[in-house]
């Protein structure tokens, strides 16, 4: 009898301050105002019809808050053709906010505005798939606890702020598919923290790449499709450590010939440039994907390896690139 009172106790001691934490926590009053504010600004739609007085904010959609403090910690609008305009200024007045995802919202327009600026706890920004236009804010740079930064399939133009090489916790630079105009900065290639993956394709990008993007070490870059020029020799080399590269559809020219490419690069994809030279002995080391079709590349295709199990596709349309398994060399 007693042992099982004790026990009920224990049981009640245990679970009781566990049941009492995971109730869910009160709104922040100053935070529902801003929540109501953005909800007005963009007129009231249909997708944020869970935000009224009736509900804590903490229980609505599209938000989350912190599970003690009640404050908006991440604010996530996702494919919503009834959200419509610009983004609320408001947007900066929510203090603790960690990740701002605004996605697949075709009517959202404008530009991004300098009170995002504001949000120095965001560790998450993704603006994509929307019509925002006007430049990549340089002010973004002082966003310095983010790991992620996406703006892409957006209307962006303009150039690409040199100042977002400051930001020394980023993995990811997703700028793809936009309409920006330029070269890369050199300050890409100091990035002082971590090294992020850059996505830059479908821009209108140019001119030769800085020598610096050879200073350091970088995983993943697809600067695909814009019209850079010039060699991207900087990125290989025995000391590097490059797994993926898509430069495809750029007018790079320069002599592949003497390129030495790492064994961690797993893929490569260099088709619809104006590369010359042949393609090197010591690619049949390598365990890669390839593509390196045209171009104006010539001389057999190292036999071993890898080489001889890629589709003629991976190889065809160069100038003179001859043996398997294209057609033998004459
Ligand atoms: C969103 O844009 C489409 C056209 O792109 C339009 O038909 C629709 O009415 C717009 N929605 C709002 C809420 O403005
Ligand atoms: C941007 O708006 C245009 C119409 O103004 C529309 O055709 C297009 O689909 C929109 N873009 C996106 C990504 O939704
Ligand atoms: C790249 O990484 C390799 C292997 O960790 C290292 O030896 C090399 O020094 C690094 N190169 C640069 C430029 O940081
Ligand atoms: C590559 O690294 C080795 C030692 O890790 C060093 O001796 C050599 O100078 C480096 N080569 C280049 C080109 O950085
Ligand atoms: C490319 O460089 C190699 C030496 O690495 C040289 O033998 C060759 O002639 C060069 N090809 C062209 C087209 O310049
Ligand atoms: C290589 O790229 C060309 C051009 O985009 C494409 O047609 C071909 O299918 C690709 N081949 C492979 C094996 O991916």
Known sequence: MMKSIFFIIITIVLFLPQSTLSRSPTCNKDDEKVLFKIKKSFGNPYHLASWTKDYDCCTWYCVECDANTGRIIALTIFAGSTISGKIPVEVGDLPYLQKLVLRKLPNLTGEIPSAIAKLTQLTMLRLSWTNLSGPVPSFLSKLTNLYFLDLAFNDLSGSIPPELAT????????????????????????????????????????????????????????????????????????????????????????????????????????????????????????????????????????????????????????????????????
């Open 167 to 330: 930001l020394k916790n980023l993995d990811a630079l997703h700028l793809d598919r936009n309409k920006l105009t330029g070269v890369i900065p050199e300050s890409f290639g100091k990035f002082t923290g971590k090294v992020p993956d850059l996505y830059l394709s479908h821009n209108q990008l140019t001119g030769p790449l800085p020598k610096s993007l050879g200073y350091i070490n970088f995983s993943t870059i697809d600067f695909s499709r814009n019209q850079i020029t010039g060699d991207i020799s900087m990125f290989f080399g025995t000391n590097k450590t490059i797994e993926r590269a898509d430069f495809s559809r750029n007018m790079l020219e320069f002599n592949l010939s003497g390129v030495v490419f790492p064994a961690s690069l797993s893929s490569l994809d260099l088709n619809h440039n104006k590369i010359y030279g042949s393609l090197p002995a010591m690619l049949t080391e390598l365990h890669l994907n390839l593509n390196v079709s045209y171009n104006r590349l010539c001389g057999q295709i190292p036999q071993g390896g890898d080489l001889q199990t890629f589709d003629t596709t991976s190889y065809f349309h160069n100038r003179c690139l001859c043996g398997s398994p294209l057609p033998a060399c004459k």
